[in-house]
């Protein structure tokens, strides 16, 4: 992970400059209305209007390498990482009066009350030498004419593209209250190939998409990836030799390594909330029960020992409490019991079979794949098992998986017929935002990292 520092960039100094006296009215105008609060969004309260933000080209200096477009770039990154989250929209750059903001400078804030933008962000981008980066940038309140946020970093310039989704995240954590989620990956399984002779890796990206590679070859199937919270490591279901097994995968040195030496297939892995243990399915003599692996001992556990299907374990984020699948009542539905395996109970009751559920980063909801009249749905339910939500529904679609902050669900589809392509999809808690997340060909089993470190 390349190393990125930065500081908190100094209030300007103020130097505002009035161009006309049809500028100097309006301003004037605005000095003597009523004065605003600052601005912020509550999204904790269902659907809300997208805030219009400005962001400028950040400005080249003049020691920029000839035809960098780094400042242009990164203003995009930002630009459109607001754009997906669905709670910014972006002001239409053609619109804008003013183009270069300095940064010693109170902006014209005038000519962005003007084009309907209530928030502005500006930048620079520096090459101090030695392969190095300088981003500034800052975030302005226009209507109450005052800086919100302002920051610089330094780092490589291939890392460029992490500076833009961690000042996008800073934007989003100012005026939402909340963590962003954009400075983060997603690990899937890339699918091609025909539905007979189906082909499936690894693969890891950005959360937009870019920086795409693949870490498996292929020679094998894999399933079910998982991200651990604290290392650079993954846990995954492998078919390769005669049993299917969970693996460990480290994404720095592209080791793979067996998880336990069980009797059986092993399967539906994930990592405990510290990363030291992970839980997943056994399977052996028709039945399936839950163990706990502690990955310092790999001294295995056992936790649920019933005549039913156990699988799909999801620790609660205190570690305190699990989420699985359980047949144990007549039909798939959702259990939730303690990290001992003890004081088990049933939380899903409505019509259908319930699977995949995961628990949120928050720990206030748990999401689920729910099939219920020939169709398929992504929920949200609360760990007691009320107010139940269904916030997507196709023909076939599941494995939420959850953004850091716990805001935003990524799942895939399975589109139908013999050629049929999985693809990936985000949808918001308040099941609007639905989007396709691009591959390069089909994708599914999504699961979304931490945010990365630094």
Known sequence: MMAIFRRRAAVPAVRPAVRSAAAALLALAWLMAPARAEISIDITRGTVAALPVAVTDFAQGADAPPASRAGAE????????LQRSGIFRPVDRRAFLQGDVPMDVKPEFSDWRVVGAQALVHGTVKYPGNDQIRVEFRLWDVFAERQLVGQAFTTEVANWRRVAHMIADMIYARLTGESGYFDSRIVY??????????????????????????????????????????????????????????????????????????????????????????????????????YVMDLRTRAPRQLTSDIAIDTSPSFSPDGRQIVFTSDRGGSPQLYVMNADGGGVRRISFNSGRYSTPVWSPRGDLIAFTRQSGGRFYIGVMRPDGTGER???????????TWSPNGRVLMFFRQEAGAEGRARLYSVDLTGENLREILTPGGASDPAWSPLNPY
């Open 74 to 81: 990164i203003s995009a990154v930002i630009e459109a990482d």
């Open 189 to 290: 399984v890339a699918e091609s190939g025909p539905k007979d002779r189906r082909i499936r890796r690894l693969a890891i990206m950005d959360q937009d998409g870019a920086g795409h590679q693949y870490l498996t070859d292929g020679s094998s199937m894999v399933l079910t990836p998982r991200f651990s919270p604290k290392r650079q490591e993954i846990t995954y279901l492998n078919y390769a030799g005669d049993s299917p097994r969970v693996y460990l995968f480290n994404i720095q040195t592209g080791r793979q390594e067996l998880l336990g030496n069980f009797q059986g297939m092993t399967f539906a892995p994930r990592f405990s909330p510290d990363g030291d243990s992970v839980i997943m399915s056994h399977a052996q003599n028709g039945n399936s029960d839950i």
């Open 390 to 400: 269904l916030l997507s529904e196709s023909f076939l679609e599941e494995s939420p």
